[in-house]
């Protein structure tokens, strides 16, 4: 790999959704990390986010921002974007990351769910790209990466809403691939497996309670039973492979979906 691939990233500008924790979270920090300015995102208390973002500019030496859009609304997803031109005078990279997760049986399922699911992991990568793809064309460059999931490739029991969106999401980032394939701008998918993340915590009970099974028992023989290596994504494995696809050396790479996912797909 080029030696100055991810020195281009310095100063370019970065929305990353669900960025107050987990996935998002790390995905901001490493661009910071390399001198990206971000704008963070995600819900929470007030307090605790604005803490988030303070330590992630000091810890880092970049500008860093908080936009609170609701990923259910779209004039707030709309506004998000522009947020971004408005403070930083363009936008280079977009992580859509937001997600959220419900675990029942299909005949069981709650329709108020499946909407929320659909809304924030479907239809917000939707509304975000659309909103910034005319701030990439103007620049002639852009980084579009959808955070999608190995339930993005395969299914599992009891996540029917959750395996229809990101199965949509890896869908959407091969047609947005090819739409944008000659102006300058890339559309990825990234399929991580399990990440032990706050939202795979509150699975962890959820699948125990859906399977009458111990939490020790949802780890070992559902988790971590579909992925070869046994263990874990870790947070830095995602971010190199996000870092090398929003840099100069993954320029070529476009509308394809990229599992990290210890093997699980393989099988």
């Known amino acids: 790999m080029p030696k100055d691939s991810f020195a281009s ?23 910071a990390e390399r001198g990206v300015r971000v704008v963070l995102n995600g819900l929470g208390d007030p307090a605790a986010i604005e ?7 000091a810890a880092t030496g970049s500008a860093v921002r908080y936009h609170g859009a609701d990923m ?29 997760q419900h675990v029942e049986a299909i005949e069981n399922f709650p329709e108020a769910k499946w ?13 975000a790209t659309k909103a910034a793809i005319p701030l990439m064309k ?36 091969k047609t947005a691939g090819l739409e944008l394939a000659q102006a300058g ?9 399990y990440v ?21 028992q949802v780890v070992k023989d559902v988790m971590l039973a579909a992925q070869p290596t046994k263990q874990f994504v870790t947070f830095d494995q995602l971010c190199g492979l996000m870092l090398y696809l929003v840099s100069d050396a993954g320029a070529s790479c476009t509308g ?3 599992p990290v996912d210890g093997g699980w797909t393989a099988e």
């Open 72 to 100: 259910t609304k779209p004039a707030e997803i709309a506004d998000m974007i522009g947020f971004a031109q408005r403070e930083f005078g363009r936008l280079d990279i977009l992580i859509n990351n937001a997600g959220v």
């Open 138 to 173: 103007a620049n002639g460059h852009g980084r579009i990466i959808n955070v999608a999931s190995a339930h993005g490739l395969v299914a599992s029991p009891f996540k029917s809403a959750y395996v229809a969106a990101k199965h949509g999401v890896v869908g959407f980032t």
């Open 9 to 31: 990233l310095k100063d370019q500008v970065a929305i990353v959704t669900g960025s107050t924790s987990g996935i998002g979270h790390a995905m901001a920090e490493a661009l």
């Open 256 to 258: 394809a979906a990229y």
């Open 196 to 216: 032990k993340t706050p939202l795979v915590e509150g699975q962890i009970a959820d699948q125990a309670r859906t399977r009458n099974m111990t939490p020790e």
């Open 51 to 57: 803490k988030t973002r303070a330590d992630l500019e």
């Open 115 to 127: 909407d929320w699911i659909i809304a924030i992991n479907l239809t917000a990568t939707f509304h």
């Open 185 to 193: 701008i890339t559309c990825n998918a990234i399929c991580p497996g």
